[in-house]
């Protein structure tokens, strides 16, 4: 008698129970060394994404060791990353979802499908086939408030229910990761400089498990919106005309109302938002700045008036024993005043930067970005150029590049204070 057929005769199994059993045993075995050893042990390239109006399917052309979604506010965004996948097939797209990305993730171990959405949805669950090859995501509009919470509650994980043999328990091992309190997970960074110094923010967009967009050869927006933020700190600290702090100096989450937080609990003079700007055309490239629209300007007024605690709302300046009117209008005037000297700082830096590095004829542009909503503290999105194009993410991602990109900021954050301080002094003397 062989070793297999005395295997039921002990532990009371059939043949086929065994061999089963073993199958999953050895799947379970290959996930386990897929998490611990930082390499897919399968993979399943993706054959199709299919967007309906409450789901999401994608085929793979073979069994794939997990997945998990999370969702990205600012824009909204869905990204889901399967391990054990590669990029490809073909999209077919309808209900919320505006475009459909993909790129490699992780080293190459992962895919990272994002999905751009044209109004908000959020991921309420996960189901994989039977052999692993199929996952299905249901989609649940929300409102603008529900999304954000959403964003902020961390990652939904899936795995294979043939892994553990009884299909109907998928949601078991679903497990969701929540992001920090803003309590616990925020804290004020390192100033650079001399305290009679102007004080300058620059917040590295992205990060921690928001990478941005995927560009060109895979590189990830938050890692060179970092490294790009780092550059004009060390610029403006040689200087020596301004101080300096950055939101985030490693690899980490911050959610955007914090971005700007953070600067006014500093005070800051000035902010400025680094990121890198993407597109499905390879051809778009050049640099943009953005400051705040007009209509964006009137709601965010409209809501911090509306606030029922109005300490704090401009310069420190507390509104509490104020009328709603009243309140509303100081809020109105300092944001006014704020918007003029951000639409200065943008056209300042369009000018400084255009020698020096890749820019769009339209260099200022206006949008209502959460990161620029900040009454009383000048701030810009600066878009860095194209990461989809690849003679932009050449330059961002190179030393020279990015000292070039730093350059055009010193310059334009000086001549800006230069300015403000002639302005201050020739108001004191007139009225002196």
Excluded at 23 to 41: E, H, K, N, S, T
Excluded at 113 to 142: E, N, Y
Excluded at 226 to 253: H, N, P, Q, Y
Excluded at 370 to 386: Q, R, W
Aim: charge should be neutral.
């Amino acid at each position: 008698m062989n070793a297999a057929n005395t295997i039921p005769a002990i532990f009371g199994w059939t043949a086929d129970e065994v061999a089963r059993h073993s199958r999953r045993v050895a799947l379970l075995l290959a996930l386990l060394a897929a998490w611990f050893g930082g390499a897919p042990a399968w993979a399943g390239a993706i054959e199709h994404v299919s967007v309906q109006p409450d789901r999401i399917v994608i085929r793979f052309d073979g069994s794939v060791a997990d997945a998990s979604a999370f969702m990205l506010d600012g824009p909204r965004r869905i990204a889901v990353d399967v391990n054990g996948a590669t990029p490809g097939g073909t999209v077919t797209k309808a209900g919320p979802i505006a475009d459909v990305r993909q790129g490699i993730h992780d080293g190459g171990a992962a895919t990272r499908i994002v999905f751009d959405l044209s109004q908000p949805a959020v991921v309420t669950k996960g189901d994989f086939g039977k052999d692993g090859s199929t996952l299905t995501l249901s989609l649940r509009a929300t409102s603008d408030s529900g999304f954000a919470q959403a964003a902020q509650a961390g990652r939904l994980r899936f795995l294979p229910a043939f892994l553990f043999g009884r299909r109907g328990h998928e949601h078991k091992y679903s497990v969701r990761l929540p992001v920090p309190s803003r309590a616990t997970m925020i804290g004020l960074p390192h100033v650079y400089g001399d305290p009679s110094r102007p004080l300058v923010v620059i917040d590295p967009g992205h990060g921690g498990h928001d990478p941005g967009a995927i560009g060109y050869q895979g590189l990830e927006e938050k890692n060179l919106t970092l490294k790009t933020a780092l550059a004009i700190r060390d610029a403006l600290i040689k200087s020596g005309r301004v101080r300096v702090a950055l939101t985030r100096d490693t690899d980490r989450f911050i959610p955007l109302r914090e971005r700007y937080r953070i600067a006014r609990k500093l005070h800051a003079d000035l902010f400025i938002s680094i990121h890198c700007d993407s597109s499905d055309n390879p051809d778009a490239h050049g640099a943009t700045a953005y400051t705040l629209s007009e209509v964006a300007s009137d709601k965010e007024a409209a809501r911090l008036a509306t606030r029922e605690n109005k300490a704090d709302v401009i310069s420190g300046v507390d509104l509490g024993h104020q009328s709603a009117d009243v309140s509303s209008i100081l809020i109105d005037l300092t944001q006014r005043q704020t918007m003029n000297a951000s639409s200065n700082f943008a056209r300042l830096l369009g000018r400084e930067a255009n020698p020096l590095i890749p820019t769009k004829s339209e260099f200022h542009r206006m949008a209502s970005l959460m990161v620029l909503k900040a009454p009383d503290m000048p701030s810009i999105l600066f878009e860095t150029g194209y990461i989809s194009n690849p003679t932009d993410a050449a330059f961002l991602n190179s030393n020279a590049g990015r000292a070039k990109i730093a350059d055009s900021v010193e310059q334009a954050v000086e001549v800006f204070f230069a300015r403000q301080y002639a302005s201050e002094h020739s108001d004191r003397d007139s009225n002196g």
